[in-house]
């Protein structure tokens, strides 16, 4: 065993050097991707993941351990070398149990779907080495956001907060600096021959926030190379003043050598949509849509691309092909030619929400969104990883064990949240009954 370059990382877990690969716990996640929150001030390595109460103490961090440990607390972490090597070695770490439990129920899991996803672009062997640095950067930048997301909670929405009466302060401004200063760091050392870097911008929603400004600031300082393949993914729900992306588009005008997507939250539409993304204006993403349409075609060379991220729930997936048949319509109007990815997502947590839910019969109506993906969409779509995933989804429909303490579960969930709202889910899902009886 050698010793890792900081007291702070103890020692390392797997020796320098060393390439291991068990196909059966391998995630391409682990190996690549890093949570940063701003306002939780935590570090994490996949959203799927559920740290303990200790693990979560441990990757918490503020000014001073910023300032002692610097990069190696948040890209070194022994929490995470520890899940690598469990990982590498064919252990399923407990941190992972979401996707051990989806690949018991139907063979496929975030796991499965992101590993393969990367491996068919050649983007990742799948081998295991310590310096495998990680290339995908999620910054939770802030929790203000106009939206309650059924699925979300207070400490990333400041509705939510709003909500239930709680408040969780939002990024402090020193916390935010730091941050930067050491991405600036790792850009221009760990990452300086890396040819794919992809970074995510999160929130809350981003454009509430004048820290994704001021970030896009400080990435035109960043040395980037004329072969390095630099994407920033803004996930967003669509629901802001029109000046707000103006400034965005000027700030995306003066770094040429990166590529902007925006990633536009949603999965139904009209009603339905409201009442999944509550707060959500559903015209106004109608019309923020054809402006992002507009302005995408109007910045040449694909600096601006779009996809749909997806978050399919129980509530969303029976009537998802509404959804595909509007954002097709959409591309016809505007003639759009341009390349559009859907992202790979769907709830888990909390259970009343997930997928696990349905009634088998709801897998056809999955049959006839991957047909109609098929044989209707153009293939400008990049598709065939969200066709995977939508058969995984149907393999979990099929494979479901619905107990009556989940219905239980579910009917008193579902019920405090329609009295709080003072809405009523049976009247735009008609499914909805079965979720609850």
Same mark, same amino acid.
């Given at each position: 065993m050698q010793l890792i370059k900081t007291e702070f990382q103890r020692k390392l877990i797997v020796s320098k050097g060393i390439k291991v690969y068990n196909k059966d716990t391998m995630c391409y996640k682990t190996w690549n991707d890093i949570i940063i929150s701003l306002p939780k001030k935590t570090v994490s390595w996949c959203c799927k993941t559920n740290l303990t109460a200790q693990q979560t103490k441990e990757t918490t961090f503020d000014l001073e351990i910023l300032n002692t440990n610097g990069i190696d607390f948040l890209f070194n972490h022994p929490i995470l070398q520890k899940r690598k090597n469990d990982l590498a070695t064919g252990v399923r770490c407990p941190d992972c149990h979401v996707c051990w439990e989806s690949e018991d129920r139907s063979g496929q899991s975030h796991r499965t779907l992101y590993t393969k996803s990367y491996e068919s672009k050649k983007l990742w062997t799948g081998e295991f080495d310590y310096d495998t640095p990680l290339t995908f950067i999620e910054l939770e930048l802030t929790n203000k956001c106009n939206m309650a997301c059924v699925y979300c909670w207070p400490p990333l929405s400041s509705r939510w907060q709003k909500e239930l009466k709680q408040r969780h302060p939002d990024t402090e401004d020193e916390i935010f600096h730091k941050v930067m200063e050491l991405l600036s760091e790792y850009f221009n050392t760990t990452l300086a021959q890396s040819p794919f870097i992809n970074?995510?911008?999160?929130?809350?929603? *981003?454009?509430?926030?004048?820290? /994704?400004?001021?970030?896009?600031?400080?990435?035109?300082?960043?040395?980037?190379?004329?072969?390095?393949?630099?994407?920033?993914?803004?996930? =967003?729900?669509?629901?802001? *003043? =029109?000046?707000?992306?103006?400034?965005?588009?000027?700030?995306?005008?003066?770094?040429?050598?990166?590529?902007?997507? /925006?990633?536009?939250?949603?999965?139904?539409?009209?009603?339905r949509a409201e009442l999944i993304r509550w707060g959500l204006d559903f015209e106004k993403w109608n019309d923020n849509l054809d402006m992002f349409f507009t302005e995408s075609a109007r910045l040449t060379n694909e600096r601006l691309a779009i996809g749909f991220g997806c978050a399919h729930s129980c509530l969303s997936l029976p009537y998802f092909k509404d959804f595909l048949v509007y954002i097709n319509n959409k591309m016809k109007e505007h003639e759009y030619n341009l390349e559009i990815w859907f992202g790979v997502n769907y709830i888990e947590e909390p259970q009343h929400l997930s997928i696990s839910m349905l009634d088998s019969h709801h897998a056809d109506a999955v049959t006839e969104q991957i047909e109609y993906m098929e044989n209707e969409m153009p293939n400008i779509f990049r598709k065939d990883e969200y066709i995977t995933m939508l058969k995984s989804l149907r393999n979990q429909i099929l494979n479901a064990n619905v107990t009556p303490e989940m219905k239980q579960n579910a009917s008193t969930q579902f019920k405090m949240l329609e009295d709080r709202r003072k809405i009523s889910f049976k009247a735009e899902f008609p499914h909805f009954d079965e979720l609850v009886k």
């Open positions: 970074i995510s911008l999160l929130g809350g929603e *981003p454009f509430f926030t004048d820290h /994704m400004y001021i970030f896009l600031e400080y990435l035109s300082k960043f040395h980037i190379k004329p072969e390095q393949k630099v994407s920033v993914i803004i996930t =967003t729900g669509m629901s802001f *003043p =029109t000046q707000k992306f103006k400034k965005f588009i000027e700030l995306i005008e003066r770094t040429p050598n990166i590529t902007y997507v /925006m990633q536009l939250s949603g999965e139904a539409i009209e009603k």
